[in-house]
């Protein structure tokens, strides 16, 4: 009986959605629908029962109003690069991509901005003004393909947000669909506009509190100077302890990013480069060149002080890009040495990372898998990445243990499950190691406030008993309550 | 039992007090006053009031009730006086967490040991060393220093808070970069005390540079002036402080750096225009001197803004209205006063700045200006603001307004 009146639901949405958007953007065929079965957590999957691509905000409008009054759950879509499962949809629900809303709809260097349409991808921005010295500043690894409707969703960050910040720092403006099809405009072109700032509360939400369907982003021009280094150590605690020792001594360097030895090992085998320790460390400072001289003489000195075997400055551009692509290739490369991998994004205060190291070395041990590190060491956002075997049954369970223990290990030393990509399903179980009952019901009221029906990517970022079982002192406020109609009390 | 009574029973004597004249807010006297030691207590004294129907209005330092409109009934105040601890300060991690009722500038010397670390929370608002860090948090609250660090939402990394009716929660945490959760602290930021009362705020905290140089132009053009302010926000330079002062004609430039970084930009500056240097108390004076001045006289004062190629508009706005403006250039925020209580003055250089496509707040001024300012959102905002009021504030207890 359910599972007929979603097939009818489906059918009826399909057929409106035809007409919204043309026949030819709605997708209902079982092999097209698998391209949209999971994001880049691609253990997790579901085939959605619809996909609708949208061209215009007129058209998500519509479509989402058709969701709200057939009670279809939907869930946006950018480039699927995400980590956390964000952009994975229900068997009875519908995918709403925004592939086709990818025009960059104004450039204005006057006031330092770009408003884009959502399917954009980041490092298009970047493209689009590099001509005239100006970069769109956060710089996720996925930048060649990720969007910014998704980035807004997972306030996404990347090397360089040490510096600049996050997402969240640099987004004016966005228009956004919400969860019953109606347009409000967040954010302003001003600055210190009155009421809430409902902008700030909705990036990072993960997809829960509506569809952005465009977004007003600012520029910041090219950096005057640069510098770049990798430094060399004989033990991880070494390279950990100088990250401190940078930021004690008052640099704000532009990025600080370390590798230990499996990592290093990984991206060899995928680059050409000699690089030979257990671990190393980048550090990249810019900004006015006397000031980037001054402070980066003082970095290489406190490498230097913390026994660094080796100090190798970046003497051009091109050996800066090759410091970074080894940086940058050891997520990728990591399929070379297992063959499967889960990565994680706990974070840390940064002065305890020697610690929480040894930490994670000593986990590696006990479940007797190898762990590399590739991390963003200077705001102690770690991505261990866990090799297992996918063949082997035991490995998969054990990888899986292991990799809660690390996030566990994190949130132990005071910090978070996640710094950048999301809680998505793959941690919304792991949200009560952070967040208590009370902490989680009152997500649940902003969620609320935002998708009072619930139909606006469900089952994403807080734990629901479908995901998780019950989680104590957490109540879900329903929706007949929420409407007013009734009450707990 | 009298409320003064009831409350007592829930906190103990000597956290109640019967509200004076002194503890009036926009007018109103309040029955009670009330100062929790613990977010619990806090929870208790909302809870009552969710129970008998009162209404209650926070109140940190006091002194900035007046940005927004006063309430309509009230019967607590609930002042976070208590709530004043340094909780956590992590100098290697460049963080702190403090309780929300500890005033601004007893943080700031409380973290800064300079014999050990050098360290700052890099905000400055207006109004004085009372300020607690959850007033700065609950209006948004920014100073001339935003223009490199950002404001209270660019800083705060974490918060606890206590719903309207009483859920002791958190959001955020301890660590500079975090996803885990909805951001409930952008929604504080701002939000006047209207959602929830903040008890705990994580905040992110900047190196104290090791030189700063101050340079000044006169410029009484609009557009050389503004033109000026814009070469420098493309420079290679790293200014704390842009100040532009109207009808003054003055543009104030800090650089912040090390000592051979700063007077490299010092010199970047000469090539941007006829400026001069200042030596160190003086620039101190000036500073303090622009930050305070739009408040100097009696008149209404307006938190103003505009995108960057609107600022010579907005000078000579202010010029025309006769108004005293400074304007932190690179993010064109900044806060006009008012020489006086005239209507039509008010009303002009409010209609020039929304021609400009600017936004108001009121900062001081009487409810004529307030309905003046307001700026009713669209329908779709409008009730997303009603319903996020709804689900922190259920039964309406907190008596503030985010507009
Ligand atoms: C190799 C690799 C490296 C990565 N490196 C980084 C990194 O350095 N930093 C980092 O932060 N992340 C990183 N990521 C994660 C990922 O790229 C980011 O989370 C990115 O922001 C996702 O963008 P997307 O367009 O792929 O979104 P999707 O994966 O399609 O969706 C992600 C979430 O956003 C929602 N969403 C998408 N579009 C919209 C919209 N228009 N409106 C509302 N919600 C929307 C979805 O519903 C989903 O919840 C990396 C991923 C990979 C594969």
Known sequence: ?489 | MGLVEDLAADLGPDRVRPGGPDDAIGGRVPQAVAEPLSPAAVALVLARAGRDGLAVRVRGGGTKQAWSAPPARLDVVLSTRALHRLVDHAPGDMTCVAEAGMPLAALQVAISDVTTHRQRLMLDPPGGAGATLGGVLATAAAGPRRVRYGTPRDLVIGARYVTGDGLAAKTGGRVVKNVAGYDVAKLLIGSHGSLAVITEVALKLHPLPDAARTVVLREPDPDRAAAFCDAVRGAPVTPALVEAAWPEGLVLVRVESTAEGAAAQVERLRDLGPIQELDEPAADALAADLAGRAWAGTGPVLAVGVVPDRLPGLLRAAAAAGATLVVRAPVCAGELGLPDDDPERAARVVGAVRALGGSVQLRRGGEALRALVHDEPGPAVRRLEAALKDGLDPHGVLAGAAR
Request: glycine letters at 10%; hydrophobic letters at 45%.
């Open chain 1, 1 to 489: 009986m359910a599972a007929t009146q979603t097939t009818d639901r489906l059918g009826t949405l399909a057929e409106r959605a035809r007409a919204i958007v043309g026949p030819v953007w709605v997708l209902s065929d079982p092999a097209q629908l698998r391209t949209y079965e999971c994001d880049g957590l691609t253990n997790q999957r579901e085939r959605p029962g619809l996909v609708v691509l949208p061209a215009t905000t007129d058209e998500v409008a519509a479509v989402v109003r058709a969701c709200h009054e057939l009670g279809v759950p939907f869930v946006a879509r950018g480039a699927g690069s995400g980590l956390s499962g964000g952009a994975m949809p229900r068997a009875e629900g519908v995918v709403i991509g925004l592939a086709r809303m990818r025009e960059i709809l104004a450039v204005d260097l006057p006031n330092r901005r770009v408003t884009v349409q959502p399917g954009v991808t980041n490092l298009a921005i970047t493209e689009a003004v590099a001509p005239h010295g100006f970069y769109y500043a956060p710089d996720p690894s996925s930048q060649q393909v990720c969007t910014i409707g998704g980035n807004l969703a997972e306030n996404a960050g990347g090397a360089h947000c040490l510096k600049y910040g996050f997402t969240v720092n640099h987004a004016l403006a966005a228009t956004v669909v919400l969860a019953d099809g109606a347009v409000a405009e967040l954010g302003s072109a001003a600055p210190d506009a009155p009421g809430l700032d409902l902008l700030g509360v909705l990036i990072g939400s993960e997809g829960t509190c509506g569809i952005v369907t465009e977004a007003v982003v600012g520029i910041l021009p090219r950096p005057q100077h640069v510098e770049t280094l990798v430094a060399f150590f004989d033990t991880v605690e070494e390279g950990g302890e100088t990250v401190s020792e940078i930021i004690s001594a008052g640099i704000l360097p532009a990025a600080v990013e370390m590798m230990d030895r499996l990592a290093i090992e990984a991206a060899r085998a995928v680059t050409h480069m000699d690089w030979d320790a257990e671990s190393a460390l980048i550090v990249e400072l810019d900004g006015p060149e006397s000031e980037v001289r001054s402070q980066f003489e003082a970095v290489a000195r406190i490498c230097s002080a913390h026994h660094a075997r080796e100090v190798r400055v970046a003497a051009s551009p091109a050996e800066r890009a090759a410091i970074w692509t080894a940086r940058k290739s050891a997520f990728a490369a990591a399929g070379r040495l297992a063959p499967a991998y889960r990565v994680q994004d706990g974070v840390i205060p940064r002065t305890r990372l020697p610690e929480v190291l040894r930490g994670i070395a000593e986990l590696s041990e006990r479940y007797g898998l190898r762990v590399a590190n590739v991390f963003h060491a200077g705001d102690g956002n770690l991505h261990p990445l866990v090799l297992y075997d996918s063949a082997v049954p035991e490995e998969v369970q054990q990888s899986e243990e292991l990799a809660m223990a690390i996030v566990a290990l994190c949130v132990e030393f005071g910090g978070s499950i996640t710094g950048e990509h999301g809680v998505g399903t793959e941690k919304a179980c792991s949200m009560p190691k952070m967040f208590d009952g009370d902490d989680l019901t009152a997500f649940d009221r902003v969620r609320g406030a935002f998708d009072p029906d619930g139909l606006c990517n469900p089952d994403k970022l807080l734990p629901t008993p479908r995901l998780c079982g019950e989680v104590p002192g957490f109540h879900r406020v329903h929706p007949v309550e929420r409407a007013g109609l009734g009450d707990r009390l």
